[in-house]
């Protein structure tokens, strides 16, 4: 350069750095290209503008910068340090390891270089050369434990369990009361075969941390696997009623539990006294009640399954799963009064969620409050609209609901809307067929719905029993009476509303002793209705 060239170079050198310095990057590198267009081969110049260019994403330029500068400037470290970054993280592990084994040559005591060479190695899958370089780390600076971890798990993807045994052996002498490399030697044992050493191994650790409850997991792992169910479970215990393992892991291994102990009277009580030292253990964490509901839910104890429910949100109430499953328990017992309490509060909290207007609304109907259960569908049916089955349900519920406030008009309506959206819906077809045929209207239209039904399930007989009562309200007495036949024989005989209706039958066929018989064998089967009463007393039924 001539003095004027180096003049100006210079003092565009300290104006890209104080541009840099102010943030400025892209006037920053502006400057810095300008320093090498005086000189190609300033080398601070490609490094500055090589960070910036990596900066906006330019990482072509940037390694033909750096490149450059290591070769103007082969002893300056931190182009050496940024070029071996550049080449890792753009994938070419190899060039990587050159620059860092140029390095390690530079500054041979530095741990850092070595290390990165080493993974480089690792990253392009040559595991031997890594090896060597791990080798040369322990020969100079002894053993380590980041150099014998990889070292083992090397040689565990080479299937050479006896040097990774090797290895942690060598690293316990060094860290004798380390226990986790105490439990990766027992695993390693476990893999190799030997059970022998794989249980010293364990006893050792056992030993070291004898109140470590991942100690405890891993011997109970380790007696499971040797078929020693006794020592598993007093292992497994052992580490549930330490505070330091998390509920999580606990609660993971009684799901376990719950999937394989169902039938087998030893894993459910051993799962029954797990949960007990957990709800002990975390008294006010909402999971371990919420792990005895399902417990207790599975094996059908619904009152004690609902009150473990219940405690679980008495600590936290923001739980929709739990809530679901309390308000299923409720229908299941039939606990409508319950329903009606819980379906409130959940809706207080979830007011989004259209399942609990749906249960609060069963819940209304099933107590005959029929204008309650339309108001609570009316105000759930928004939410519902986005779940096709679920809007269907709330339709047909509100078909239900204003046929027994004897509103037809709104219940049609509201049964139409169900079957736009599910024009094969059995429930909604058999409903609207049987509530028509009671009303004596559009009988042809409830004889097309309920025959739908019956191409599809042809042996059920609440959809014979339908059918047959369309027929009777259009005076087909004698097809009325061969569709209830056919129901009696599906299963009908046990339905005390069948019974009446076969006993109807039988009247209008003018077989009055038989219209008794079915009649009084209803009355024995549930039915005690005051219009089932008048008709068995007048023998009539007219």
């Not at 059918?467 to 061969?482: I, N, P, S």
């Amino acid at each position: 350069m001539s003095e004027a060239q180096e003049v100006e170079l210079k003092r565009e050198f300290l104006k890209a750095n104080r541009e840099k310095v102010l943030g400025n990057n892209e006037k920053a590198l502006e400057s810095f290209r300008r320093c090498l267009l005086i000189y190609p081969n300033h080398a601070a110049s490609l490094y500055e503008a090589s960070r910036l260019e990596f900066f906006i994403g330019q990482s072509i330029v940037v390694i033909n910068h750096l490149e450059r500068a290591v070769e103007i400037s082969p002893d300056n470290k931190w182009y050496k340090i940024e070029l071996g970054e550049m080449y890792s993280s753009s994938g070419d592990y190899k060039k990587a390891a050159q620059v860092y084994q140029s390095l390690s040559e530079m500054f041979p005591y530095n741990l850092d270089y070595r290390r990165q060479i080493a993974l480089m190695n690792l990253a392009s899958g040559q595991l031997n050369a890594a090896l060597k370089i791990y080798d040369e780390i322990e020969e100079i600076f002894g053993v380590n434990e980041e150099v014998s971890i990889q070292k083992q798990k090397i040689h565990l993807e080479q299937n050479n369990t006896k040097k990774a045994i090797a290895e942690m052996e060598k690293l316990i002498q060094e860290l004798p009361t380390e226990s986790k490399y105490l439990a990766i030697l027992a695993e390693l044992y476990k893999k190799d075969g030997d059970e022998k050493k794989a249980v010293e191994a364990f006893r050792r650790l056992e030993k070291i941390n004898p109140n470590n409850p991942y100690v405890a997991l891993s011997l109970s792992e380790y007696y499971s696997d040797a078929g020693d169910r006794e020592n598993a479970y007093e292992s497994l215990k052992k580490a549930f009623k330490s505070e330091e393992l998390e509920i999580d892991t606990k609660i993971r291994h009684l799901l376990k539990y719950y999937a394989i102990s169902a039938g087998d009277e030893v894993l459910q009580a051993q799962a029954k006294e797990l949960n007990s030292i957990v709800i002990e253990v975390h008294p006010d964490d909402p999971k371990s009640y919420a792990m005895l509901g399902d417990f207790l839910y599975r094996d059908r104890k619904l009152v004690e399954a609902r009150d473990a429910y219940q405690k679980a949100l008495d600590k936290d109430q923001d739980r929709f799963a739990i809530w679901n499953q309390l308000i299923l328990i409720d229908s299941e017992l039939e606990d409508y009064e319950a329903i009606l309490k819980h379906c409130s509060t959940a809706i207080d909290l979830f007011p989004n969620q259209p399942l609990f207007f749906y249960f609060k609304a069963i819940g209304h109907m099933q107590l005959k409050e029929y204008e309650d259960a339309v108001k609570v569908l009316d105000q759930g049916l928004p939410m519902a609209i986005l779940n096709r089955d679920m809007a269907v349900q709330f339709h047909s519920s509100q078909g239900d609901s204003y046929y027994y406030l004897e509103q037809h008009e709104k219940s049609d309506a509201s049964y139409d809307a169900a079957l736009e959206l599910d024009d094969e819906n059995v429930y909604v077809l058999n409903n609207y067929s049987y509530f028509l045929s009671l009303r004596k209207v559009k009988l042809d239209k409830a004889e097309k719905m309920i025959k739908k039904c019956l191409n599809k399930e042809p042996f059920s007989a609440t959809y014979l029993d339908t059918y047959a009562w369309v027929l009777f309200q259009g005076a087909k007495y004698e097809e009325a009476k061969e569709q209830l036949e056919e129901a009696l024989k599906n299963g009908g005989s046990d339905s005390g509303e069948i019974l009446e209706h076969y006993g109807d039958v039988m009247f209008r066929l003018e077989d009055t002793e038989a219209a008794l018989k079915y009649w009084n064998l209803a009355q024995g089967r549930g039915q005690d209705s005051e219009e089932l009463k008048k008709k068995i007393n007048s023998k009539s039924l007219d």
